[in-house]
């Protein structure tokens, strides 16, 4: 059985129609690597999987591991294992890291029929990945997001993750607004989700990611669709052409 | 998804503290008039001194007429049609045979000390929380007072203020009325006319308070006002922290609660009153609750002198209540941290007033307020910077949360700067709870709930911290009880 | 609210040649007679507002009260610093002349799309619109006062799609006149999708000549129609003894845009109202504001800003400097109405305080009974940065010139917002020169 499933699928915003009719298919141990320019409709597809409100799907199905994902609460899809990394993670002063942390990840185990994580342990994971993701301590009793700059976002996504072990996680646009540096410690974040047991999906705009993150499939979504499939190779490819040249020839 | 009906359906749970105790009390008939303030000055066996200091405020308060800017709508009151002093007969008659002689807690009625279990304050020494003291008020008398001779030992007094009166009558007519004046505002000459009683705490130098003091008001006859007054003096050095939470029963008229609260703060002294209300706030139809018109002022009178007010106020069908400091003494730093949360038909106009006199004064406001229902919820305060208050400071952050469109959210600062060398920051948001900050959170596994909470919670971060500990953990819950079924 | 330091209020009696006024006043206003008698009436019975009426706790009009009965304005006397025609700094405007309240000759040639019409000439209809902001209480006493009294005015007519580029200028030049008050009353229409500038300036020529007091209380009404937009300005310069109440009710329709600049440096006693109601979605409002109290004057502003439909929003900025005994009060209020979701508003009130015995007070307010808004507010009084000077003497600078670049700095960006370069520099020297 696959993680992800996804057949035929249509969503639209309001009257707007976005995605046309979408097929993705991630196992589990498969990094996907889905590519397109602006518009094309990769957030939306990130927003639709999550299950944010606002966007009404039209047709089609999304099967996450053998549930259907689409008539899950959005709480409900985190518990079962699907993480989705936010392109511009919102800021919510006030309330601590460490409390976003270990409430997301009772819950998770609540979810699965296990007991809370005594603190002690918690605390020693979490510092844990405070440290291999660079940061300082301090970050755990800031409000999530709070002030923090683009970078420490992103890395704030890719803790979150790691923490909380997911079976499948969406990533979106996380290279986005990083630095060399820290494009290098999220990359290694996420080579160590990898595992047989785990799938990945990156949606980025540029190959950058993918030299550090090896993809083991390429996709290319334009207006809504995806045209074209491939290995790594596509993406280098389009590194090199540029998406204009692929959607003419994918036209 | 309905974020907003499963909101709602949070903010919606049901008052715990409403229950009677049915205890065989005097109460004196409705009216009020001159015989009425003898009556009651008279139950207390008060001298001479204090029966004028009361019948000067009552014929000043007939001159008066109620405050009419406050951003608050109810009927009329009828001051003829309350009843103005209500007790216990067990502790009424022993405040006439004997009101200089303190309680025991073996002369306490024991359906007392069972409704303060109740309400979660026990009251015998070995049960209550450790390192707190507590006076507790049962409509118009104390009924006992805590930890006393531990206090004593280091010459901190803490007793009810009719005690003080026969105990320690010159502190009282040094200090009555220095602060708030009897005729300071219609509610403060009401109550400095009909008081009945209340806590009087006294500092002496040097000494910084080995516990924490606490009050624990409550009202319980029915048709009756609750008139307290509370006098804490710190003097030299002292330091104390003082809590104040309060609860009533579930009645379907409105209750009139009009207290006066005086805090003097002399040079290095330091006062922290903390407040956690939870008058009965009426029900979900705005009918019945606690009008809480109540005057707290605190004068940093000495130099390098403290005042921080904190409150979380949670219940009353009606807040009109502004606690405020007067910064007289040069150096001297007040404190206002404030979490005001309405719902339903609740009615909230509060703030505070920082009155920078002295040289280099400082004042922080920090005011977070949350409405949801049909509840209304005001801001008010005031800053002022005298001409001699030279390199005055003020801080002032007032946030606004909303939470469903039939409530309303105001602020109504007033700041007035006569010095040059001041320097005043004023800074306002109002929003509601960002869909983007729940849906981050949902999709972290986090029910909407439970989102909310901790988004409030977040949000009223800043005020909570100056709470006391056991404090905070109270106030923290009573959010969410108080904004059940209002949040999803 | 209670004020914590007793506050002395004795109550503005209507002064005896204001009584005198109101009791022949049907010859004299041009509102409708019902709406006139009432005005009068109201007047009468409430007197002058005080600081007992909350939007008056920090204005005291006793000034208007003690006024001589009679102007005694001294023409002969020769002007401290030579006038300074407006027009200089304004290319092109169509320049209409009201000395005390009479419109002056109307200028000819007025391009299509601007029509004016004097009250006394305008239909019944058009008078009704000019006066339809009635005084709802005391706090409008003033309202109730012009429209008792009011005697002089036009309807300004913008054409729907007309584009009027060059300003239309009111000059306000109220100098010889027999009487010590005079209240004028301004209805202002913009047509769909028309575009104007309007500058009204107090007096135009910037003598500092020591004028003798006299009173002037304005009513103006405007209202846009859907995509339209209005730039307002009010120049209130020189003349130190004047005393100018104001009042402005704006309507916005849809997609409309207003703009206010309001820059007062004169006056002995000014207050400057604004009320902006934003009644349909799309329209927005910007109300910049500058004012600079020195000697012993008194500037008061006072906006609301009323969101009574969704989808609107509303920027608001003003700065008060205040030096020697100066006074500047500054209070805003922005209501969103039930209802009215997707507003954005944003307040500031930004004020320097120069002296020890100036004194300025300023209340922003939000007023909020919708829930998916986005509205704030900020306020500070502070002095120059003593940093800021220190820094500019190091680069030999004098304090004092120093302090004149910071004062300006200060204001700049409300006067930077004028469409005018002359203006501009003209404004910024005048500034330079009162810090």
């Given at each position: 059985m696959s993680l992800l499933e996804i057949k035929n699928l249509h969503a639209n915003i309001g009257d707007k129609v976005i995605l046309r009719g979408i097929n993705l298919t991630v196992n589990a141990g498969e990094i996907h690597a889905i590519m397109g320019p602006n518009g094309s409709g990769k957030s939306t597809l990130c927003q639709v999987l999550g299950g944010r409100?606002?966007?009404?799907?039209t047709e089609g199905s999304v099967q996450f591991d053998g549930m259907?994902?689409?008539?899950?609460a959005t709480e409900d899809r985190a518990n079962a294992g699907l993480l989705l990394g936010f392109q511009h993670p919102v800021e919510i002063p006030g309330v601590k890291n460490i409390y976003l942390l270990k409430e997301s990840l009772n819950a998770q185990r609540k979810a699965r029929g296990l007991g809370e994580l005594d603190t002690f342990a918690f605390m020693k994971q979490v510092r844990e990945l405070v440290k291999s993701m660079q940061m300082d301590d301090a970050f755990l009793h800031?409000?999530?997001?709070?002030?923090?700059s683009g970078g420490e976002k992103k890395r704030n996504e890719i803790l979150q993750m790691l923490l909380l072990q997911p079976k499948l996680a969406l990533l979106?646009?996380?290279?986005?607004?990083?630095d060399i540096d820290a494009l290098k410690i999220v990359s290694e974040g996420i080579n160590r989700l990898r595992g047989t047991d785990r799938g990945i999906v990156l949606v980025t705009h540029y190959q950058r990611l993918l030299s550090y993150v090896e993809p083991d499939f390429v996709h290319i979504l334009y207006k809504g669709q995806i045209i074209k499939s491939g290995d790594k190779s596509l993406a280098l490819q389009l590194e090199a052409e540029g998406y204009e040249d692929i959607l003419k020839a994918a036209s | 998804m309905s974020e907003q009906h499963e909101i709602e359906a949070l903010v919606?749970?049901?008052?715990?503290?409403g229950f009677v105790t049915d205890i065989e009390q005097e109460i004196i008939p409705p009216g009020l008039n001159e015989d009425v303030v003898r009556l009651i000055s008279a139950k207390k066996n008060e001298p001479e001194f204090l029966l004028q200091w009361r019948l000067d405020a009552y014929r000043h308060w007939l001159t008066m007429t109620p405050p009419t800017w406050a951003h608050v709508h109810y009927p009329?009151?009828?001051?003829?049609?309350?009843?103005y002093y209500a007790a216990p007969k067990s502790a009424s008659e022993q405040a006439e045979i004997d009101a200089n002689r303190p309680k025991s807690?073996?002369?306490?009625?024991p359906k007392l000390l069972e409704m303060y279990e109740k309400l979660g304050?026990?009251?015998?020494e070995r049960a209550a929380l450790a390192g707190v003291a507590v006076d507790a008020v049962f409509d118009s008398v104390s009924v006992t007072t805590t930890f006393r001779e531990k206090l004593a030992e280091v010459g901190v007094i803490f007793c009810s203020f009719s005690e003080a009166v026969h105990s320690h009558p010159e502190l009282i007519k040094q200090y009555?009325?220095?602060?708030?004046?009897?005729?300071?505002n219609y509610y403060a000459a009401l109550n400095s006319a009909v008081f009945s009683d209340g806590s009087f705490v006294f500092i002496p130098?040097?000494?910084?308070?080995?516990m924490e003091l606490s009050t624990y008001f409550r009202i319980n006859a029915l048709n009756t006002g609750q008139f307290e007054r509370t006098l804490i003096v710190a003097e030299e050095g002292a330091h104390v922290s003082y809590l104040e939470g309060c609860t009533a029963p579930q009645r379907d008229e409105n209750q009139l609660h009009a207290a006066v609260v005086e805090l003097v703060a002399l040079d290095d002294a330091t006062i922290k009153y903390s407040t956690v209300q939870n008058w009965y706030?009426?029900?979900?139809?705005?009918k019945g609750g606690i009008y809480n018109f109540v005057t707290k002022r605190g004068d940093a009178?000495?130099?390098r002198s403290k005042i921080t007010w904190t409150q979380v106020e949670a219940g009353s069908a009606i807040t009109w209540k502004y606690p405020s400091?007067?910064?007289?003494?040069?150096d001297s730093v007040g404190e206002f941290y404030s979490v005001a949360v309405s719902n339903n038909y609740q009615q909230v106009d509060s703030g505070t007033k920082m009155i920078h006199l002295g040289k280099r004064t400082r004042s922080t406001i920090v005011s977070k307020s949350i409405s949801a229902g049909r509840s209304q919820n005001a801001y008010r305060g005031l800053v002022h910077i005298a001409k001699?208050?030279?390199?005055a400071r003020n801080y002032t952050q007032c946030d606004a949360l909303l939470i469903g469109d039939r409530n309303g959210a105001h602020t109504f600062p007033y700041i007035e700067s006569k010095n040059s060398s001041a320097q005043i920051e004023h800074e306002a948001t109002t929003t509601k709870v960002s869909d983007d900050q729940i849906f981050y959170l949902k999709s972290r596994g986090i029910t909407e709930e439970n989102a909310t909470n901790m988004i409030v919670n977040g949000f009223c971060k800043e005020v909570f911290n100056e709470l006391p500990m056991e404090f905070a953990v109270e106030a923290q819950a009573l959010l969410a009880v108080s904004l059940e079924g209002s949040v999803g | 609210m209670s004020a914590a330091l007793p506050r002395a209020i004795e109550p503005v009696e209507l002064p005896e040649w204001l009584r005198a006024a109101l009791s022949q006043p049907v010859t004299a206003s041009l509102a409708p007679t019902g709406v006139q008698t009432l005005a009068c009436e109201q007047i009468l019975s409430w007197g002058l507002p005080t600081a007992r009426d909350e939007e008056w706790r920090?204005?005291?009009?006793r000034p208007i009260a003690r006024?001589?009965?009679?102007?005694?304005?001294?023409?002969t006397a020769s002007p401290k610093t030579p006038a300074t025609d407006l027009t200089a700094f304004v290319p092109n405007a169509w320049v209409i002349r009201c000395n005390g309240g009479q419109l002056q000759p109307l200028p000819q040639n007025?391009?299509?799309g601007i029509t004016i019409t004097p009250l006394t000439e305008a239909s019944e209809a058009d008078c009704a619109a000019a006066f339809a902001p009635r005084a709802q209480g005391r706090n409008d006493a003033l309202v109730a006062l012009n429209t008792a009294l009011a005697g002089d005015g036009f309807v300004l007519d913008i054409a729907a799609?007309?584009?009027?580029?060059a300003p239309i200028l009111i000059d306000?030049?109220?100098?010889?006149?027999?009487?010590?008050h005079s209240h004028t009353r301004l209805l202002i229409r913009l047509g769909a999708h028309s575009k104007a500038t309007l500058i009204e300036a107090t007096?135009?020529?910037c003598s500092n000549t020591p004028l003798s007091t006299y009173w002037r209380n304005a009513v103006s009404v405007i209202e846009q129609g859907a995509n339209s937009q209005l730039n307002h300005i009010n120049l209130g310069l020189g003349d130190y003894q004047r005393l100018l109440t104001d009042r402005s009710f704006v309507h916005l329709e849809r997609d409309a845009r207003y703009r206010s600049i309001h820059i007062q440096l004169g006056g002995q006693l000014t207050r400057h109202e604004i009320d902006v109601n934003?009644?349909?979605?799309?329209a927005h409002c910007d109300l910049l504001g500058l004012m600079m109290p020195r000697g012993k004057q008194v500037m008061d502003t006072h906006t609301r800003i009323t969101?009574?439909?969704?989808h609107t929003t509303s920027n608001e900025h003003y700065l008060i400097i205040a030096d020697d005994a100066g006074r500047g009060i500054f209070k805003g209020r922005i209501l969103v109405a039930q209802d009215a979701q997707k507003i954005e508003a944003y307040q500031n009130s930004r004020n320097l305080l120069l002296s020890n015995t100036a004194e300025i007070d300023t209340k922003p307010e939000l007023e909020i009974y919708a829930d998916d808004v986005k509205c704030s507010h900020g306020a500070t009084i502070g002095r120059l940065d003593d940093e800021a000077i220190y820094y500019l003497q190091s680069r030999g600078i004098s304090a004092a010139n120093a302090r004149k670049l910071l004062v300006t700095g200060f204001a700049q960006e409300i006067i930077d917002a004028l469409p005018y370069p002359e203006l501009i520099a003209h404004l910024s020297e005048l500034i330079g020169a009162g810090a």
């Open positions: 409100d606002g966007f009404e799907v259907n994902l689409l008539e899950m800031r409000g999530v997001n709070a002030g923090f979106d646009e996380t290279d986005s607004g990083l | 919606s749970r049901d008052y715990q503290y009329p009151i009828d001051y003829q049609a309350l009843s807690l073996d002369e306490v009625d304050i026990p009251l015998h009555l009325g220095s602060v708030v004046p009897p005729g300071d130098k040097g000494v910084r308070c080995p706030p009426g029900d979900e139809f705005g009178r000495g130099n400091c007067i910064l007289r003494g040069d001699g208050a030279d390199d | 920090w204005t005291n009009l006024l001589s009965a009679t102007s005694t304005i001294d023409n007025l391009p299509a799609h007309a584009d009027i580029q306000w030049h109220d100098t010889p006149h027999e009487a010590n007096p135009s020529s934003i009644s349909a979605p799309g969101h009574g439909a969704p």
